[in-house]
């Protein structure tokens, strides 16, 4: 759903004052409810605002006090309760709070008791939702999109290779896999500081005024999609209906520590999780060349004939992924999802489910072992499901490919009962 534009917020200003319900300001912008509610609540703002001709006392009290003479050093013969000084100076003074406000629509606008209430109020103003806005806009846009382990990984890349006259340009296309950012933005961070790197230490960004760019999303390969679409991969499946499709995805724990590159076998339910310590391209070339070693390319090819993927920048290099680092030949095929169309690889997104229940979001993965992942993985291949006629996974993957790849890799079947998928499985 598109954001709030300025528009929006003044005719939801406008159904306010003419008493609209949030449901009816939401139907007429063709929003939802909650939307709404959330905008409204989110940029109320409070207001000081008196009534004409009504003392402004907001004590709870103020019906039935009968306290005299609080002020210091003038005589007065009135009650404190009609008096607007009983808010700062009166000991008991306890505020009153209209409940109004914490019911919808939330805020004054449009109340007919607005004009005659001296409580503290609460208005909904277009302009000031739009100002802070964009100002929230503005700053999640200032400063480095790196997590400090990036930051230190990159920054050692760039001075290492700067020490020997090399340029950003030449570091980032012989380390490119190592890279989560352009080149543009190495110079940006250089300039701001963020890399260690002096500029002085790169005569062409001395020759160039630093200038206030919009970043860009990095991807090692900007035409990786390139005949590699979901429309090809619907295509591909169509001329080859028998070839098996492997869906591959990424497991983060805390951003920028380690993470798990996922591979679901869409023809027996079977998943398999490697640990990567960054999530960039190399580290998912890294474990496809390890597969490839362990098992042969042969084997690899058989067990990886196509496999379907994501957007992420750490699935950018089709080419090395494809290649094989044997024999130079093609090993596999990936293709693509469309943009924000996860399910369209539901398959390994709805067993990520099974790893969360061990692997619970936000959870580190720092002090984990592959051996640790694997024990996880025996657990969840061994999880009966109504999908598979409650055969374990890796019952099925057996069947199909033998038991001496499992085996490889140390995963093995557990016994129904012993079956445990809760974090105290791997707990370290």
Request: net charge positive; with cysteine.
């Amino acid at each position: 759903m598109s954001h709030l534009t300025d528009s929006d917020r003044l005719q939801i200003e406008h159904g306010l004052h003419r008493q609209m319900s949030l449901q009816q300001i939401a139907r007429k912008l063709g929003k939802s409810h909650s939307t709404i509610s959330r905008e409204v609540l989110k940029h109320r703002v409070d207001s000081d605002k008196g009534a004409v001709g009504r003392i402004t006392n907001r004590c709870v009290f103020r019906r039935n006090c009968e306290v005299y003479n609080l002020c210091p050093g003038r005589r007065c013969q009135r009650k404190c309760s009609t008096c607007r000084n009983c808010n700062a100076v009166c000991p008991k003074f306890q505020e009153d709070i209209c409940r109004k406000l914490s019911i919808p629509p939330y805020v004054c606008n449009g109340c007919p008791e607005e004009h005659k209430c001296v409580l503290k109020k609460k208005f909904y103003h277009h302009a000031t939702a739009q100002q802070a806005y964009q100002q929230v806009l503005l700053e999640s846009r200032k400063g480095a999109n790196l997590t400090e382990t990036e930051r230190a990984a990159v920054s050692a890349v760039i001075h290492v290779g700067i020490q020997k006259g090399q340029s950003v340009h030449h570091i980032m296309s012989s380390n490119k896999d190592l890279f989560t950012v352009c080149e543009k933005t190495v110079y940006r961070y250089v300039n701001a500081g963020i890399i260690r790197t002096k500029r002085g230490d790169m005569p062409r960004s001395c020759m160039m005024k630093p200038r206030k760019r919009k970043s860009l999303e990095h991807k090692v390969d900007s035409k990786c999609r390139i005949n590699r679409t979901h429309d090809d991969f619907n295509q591909y499946r169509e001329a080859h209906p028998d070839t098996p499709v492997v869906e591959i995805d990424s497991v983060i724990g805390r951003v920028g520590g380690k993470v798990l590159l996922t591979m679901h076998f869409n023809n027996c339910g079977l998943m398999l999780a490697f640990l990567r310590n960054a999530n960039n391209s190399q580290s998912v070339i890294d474990v496809f060349n390890m597969m490839e070693k362990l098992f042969s390319l042969e084997i690899f090819t058989r067990l990886f004939p196509v496999m379907l993927t994501d957007n992420g920048s750490e699935f950018s290099n089709p080419t090395a992924l494809e290649t094989s680092s044997i024999s130079g030949t093609q090993r596999t095929r990936i293709f693509y999802c469309n943009p924000y169309s996860s399910w369209q690889k539901g398959h390994v997104e709805n067993n990520h489910l099974n790893l969360r229940k061990v692997l619970s979001k936000g959870r580190s993965f720092e002090n984990f072992t592959q051996t640790d992942i694997n024990l996880m993985l025996s657990h969840v291949n061994s999880f009966a499901r109504k999908s598979l006629n409650d055969v374990p996974a890796i019952t099925l993957f057996e069947t199909i490919y033998g038991k001496e790849i499992l085996g490889k890799l140390g995963i093995t079947l557990i016994s129904p009962n012993a079956v445990c998928l809760l974090p105290e499985l791997i707990s370290k």
